[in-house]
């Protein structure tokens, strides 16, 4: 059973436009969301990251939009650039010892 | 600089012979883990450990060793690699509560 589930599979956008990623969760218990971004031959490096007591974080032109009753939440980017081309996972984890669980990932390509 | 460093990059074996990976960070994380990541599976955990001499299952255990005999090292063993291990490594650390972790450049390895 996966437990954290990324929709679409791959997505392509035009320089500045929107880039939106959805990733839906199981476990109620999770209190952790970070998204991690991976380059080509990179190992993946954290990205942005809510916890369920906000509904909204933002830094630069990446945000996180939180909601806890469906049990999804989704990673903006505004204004995508070719150098947003990568792959994101979506994570999540329950607790500070716990492990995080990954999402499959997927593969953002902005067109110039 | 802080960073978590893998070794080989790269390697290419045959089926059933014995090789390491070693991973080590110079940050003074107590918790340390292996990845693999594969096309359409994303990451999945191998092992981890919370603390020198503290090891335990990930999700993807089989065919795995692991040892932590220092903090700062956690190499991964594959005592008789098959094809189906054939995949991309990452190790990953973080301090004991603090919620991002940081990957390594990953390994990738190819079992013929």
């Known amino acids: 059973q996966q437990q954290v589930k990324q929709s679409p599979q791959s997505l392509i956008v035009q320089k500045g436009g929107i880039s939106i990623i959805n990733c839906a969760y199981e476990?109620?218990?999770?209190?952790?969301f970070p998204w991690y971004q991976q380059f080509p031959g990179k190992g993946p490096a954290l990205l942005i990251a809510?916890?369920?007591?906000?509904s909204e974080k933002k830094e630069g032109r990446f945000t996180i939009s939180f909601n806890k009753s469906a049990k999804q939440f989704s990673l903006h980017i505004m204004d995508s650039q070719p150098g947003d081309s990568a792959t994101y996972f979506c994570?999540?984890?329950?607790?500070?010892?716990?492990?995080?669980?990954f999402g499959k990932g997927i593969t953002l390509s902005v067109r110039p | 600089e802080a960073q978590v460093t893998q070794n080989p990059r790269y390697l290419i074996t045959v089926t059933g012979k014995k090789l390491t990976v070693t991973c080590s960070q110079n940050?003074?994380?107590?918790?340390m883990s292996w990845y693999r990541q594969d096309p359409g599976l994303g990451l999945r955990q191998i092992y981890y450990?919370?603390?020198?001499?503290?090891?335990d299952k990930g999700d993807v255990p089989e065919g795995y060793k692991v040892s932590r005999k220092e903090k700062r090292n956690f190499p991964l063993i594959l005592e008789s690699p098959s094809p189906n291990q054939t995949s991309l490594y990452f190790c990953?650390?973080?301090?004991?509560?603090?919620?991002?972790?940081?990957f390594g450049p990953g390994t990738r390895l190819l079992v013929l």
């Open positions: 809510i916890r369920p007591d906000v």
């Open positions: 476990n109620t218990a999770f209190d952790y």
């Open positions: 940050m003074n994380h107590e918790y």
């Open positions: 450990s919370m603390n020198v001499e503290v090891t």
């Open positions: 994570a999540a984890r329950s607790g500070a010892n716990s492990k995080l669980t």
């Open positions: 990953a650390s973080k301090a004991g509560v603090q919620e991002t972790q940081y």
